[in-house]
């Protein structure tokens, strides 16, 4: 039972156009949302975060939105560059669990076509 | 260190063998966790430890993992009698504070033969 899903597994954009992927999640109790940035042959690098008493943040090209009715967290990257493309997995804890754990989604790769 | 360092950086045994995988985390992190990543999956947390507190091993997927940290600083993960399906990239984290970003290393590609 999938707690947090990333629908798209794949998405291809063209160069300095927005970039949004999706993440949606079933567990009202979450309260804090990541997410990383995964290139191959690396580990996953935080990129931005959001907490539950705020529905945006935004990070220069790179913004996360939240909307806790639809359970759903999105990423938009404008303008999305070549080196954007890599694996991006969001990542959702519950202060609640004690261990601040992460539990994340099966990721989306996001090719940026130049 | 400058990161999180993990060693080895890849790892090929023999069904039924055991094998520890080592994680050095950035000096000062009180928080050290560990993750996996199968084939096409998303990252399974597997143990999380907190300073001097018990660890939380809920996400250990047998009796046959175990982990330590010692000193509050490097950790290393065990695995018992390795079986195929233990094949995955293993992945270690360090944070500072409890809610943020954890710092990943660039993993451990575990293959089972």
């Known amino acids: 039972d999938q707690q947090v899903k990333q629908n798209s597994p794949s998405l291809s954009v063209q160069e300095g156009r927005i970039s949004i992927l999706n993440c949606d999640y079933t567990?009202?109790?979450?309260?804090?949302f990541l997410w990383y940035k995964k290139y191959p042959a690396e580990g996953p690098t935080f990129l931005i975060s959001?907490?539950?008493?705020?529905d945006k943040n935004e990070d220069g090209r790179f913004t996360v939105f939240l909307n806790k009715s639809a359970k759903h967290l999105s990423l938009h990257i404008v303008p999305s560059q070549p080196g954007d493309s890599a694996v991006y997995f969001c990542a959702i804890s519950y202060s609640g669990a004690g261990s601040y754990q992460l539990t994340f989604g099966k990721g989306t790769k996001l090719s940026v076509i130049p | 260190g400058a990161g999180v360092s993990q060693s080895p950086s890849n790892k090929v045994t023999e069904k039924g063998k055991d094998v520890e995988l080592r994680c050095d985390p950035i000096s000062g992190h009180t928080a050290l966790y560990w993750y996996r990543q199968s084939l096409g999956q998303g990252l399974e947390f597997l143990i999380y430890f907190q300073g001097n507190s018990a660890p939380d091993k809920s996400g250990l997927p047998s009796d046959r993992f175990s982990a330590e940290r010692t000193g509050g600083s490097v950790s290393t993960l065990t695995i018992q009698r390795t079986q195929q399906e233990d094949s995955a990239v293993y992945l270690c984290a360090s944070s500072l504070v409890r809610r943020g970003g954890y710092t990943f290393g660039s993993g451990t590609r575990l293959t089972v033969v």
């Open positions: 959001i907490s539950s008493i705020k």
């Open positions: 567990n009202s109790m979450f309260d804090y």
